[in-house]
């Protein structure tokens, strides 16, 4: 039995499809790849106005993935207090803020070499 290979534009797009489905803000994608050393391909950042919305973005996004490509996350954390949860699929890390949270660690700032592309929600 084989695993079919994911491209990565097509989760890239599922994720985003997961996010909108909720009404997830202020998406970027911060594309990593011309960057060395980086733990992944892209980064996807947005945000929620409360933490049951981060929560509803966090399990939209897995829902969209897996019945889509039948995948799953590597890794997630955050869903305990969901101010900050991080959505792990290896070559793209999902980054799900509450607005203020994402103000505060800024974290776009941090990548500031990456490929910005912001969405229109």
Not at 47 to 73: H, Y
């Amino acid at each position: 039995m084989t695993k079919n290979i994911v491209s990565t534009d097509d989760l890239l797009s599922l994720i985003i499809k997961g996010i909108e489905d909720v009404k997830g803000a202020d998406i970027q994608i911060l594309d990593l790849r011309e960057i060395e050393n980086t733990v992944c391909d892209y980064f996807i950042i947005c945000n929620g106005n409360s933490n049951t919305q981060v929560v509803a973005i966090a399990n939209s996004i897995q829902k969209v993935v897996s019945k889509e490509l039948k995948e799953k996350p590597w890794h997630i954390e955050g869903t305990e207090n969901a101010e900050w949860v991080l959505i792990d699929y290896v070559n793209i890390v999902v980054h799900v803020f509450q607005k203020h949270i994402r103000e505060y660690y800024n974290i776009e700032s941090l990548w500031g070499d990456a490929k910005i592309t912001t969405l229109s929600t």
